[in-house]
């Protein structure tokens, strides 16, 4: 079983997010880094990119695939994790500490009806 900190929400396309005064946080989870095996490569977008929830933002390389990588929710980027262009490993060492990929300012009308709690998840993956 992955780790599904409980703290954190999630989408069916393996992302986390972490929401915080309007700042959300997001990765890939500890079940995608499992499956993608050890990532090579991890192309994020920059920072004052303004992306729709459901967006391709990234892609993410691995020794056996590519990966696009979806916002959650929809907004503007306010930080990008460049320490992964030189560690890209570390989305396999750390997901949800230092493999953070981006935080974005949440637009006024964003949606998180579709996101799952940890349970959830972890049962989603289970019956994937």
Not at 38 to 63: H, M, Q, Y
Not at 101 to 123: C, K, P
């Amino acid at each position: 079983m992955s780790n599904t900190p409980s703290d954190l929400q999630y989408t069916r396309d393996h992302e986390w997010v972490k929401i915080e005064a309007g700042v959300a946080t997001v990765g890939i989870t500890d079940h995608a880094q499992e499956a993608l095996g050890d990532i090579t490569f991890v192309e994020l977008p920059d920072v004052g990119s303004e992306f729709s929830s459901g967006d391709t933002f990234g892609v993410v390389e691995s020794v056996k695939a590519a990966s696009d990588i979806y916002l959650p929710v929809g907004g503007v980027v306010e930080g990008v994790n460049s320490d992964l262009e030189d560690s890209p490993e570390t989305l396999n060492s750390d997901p949800y500490g230092e493999g953070w990929l981006i935080r974005v300012r949440i637009s006024e009308d964003a949606a998180t009806d579709d996101l799952m709690d940890a349970q959830a998840y972890g049962e989603y993956c289970e019956n994937e």
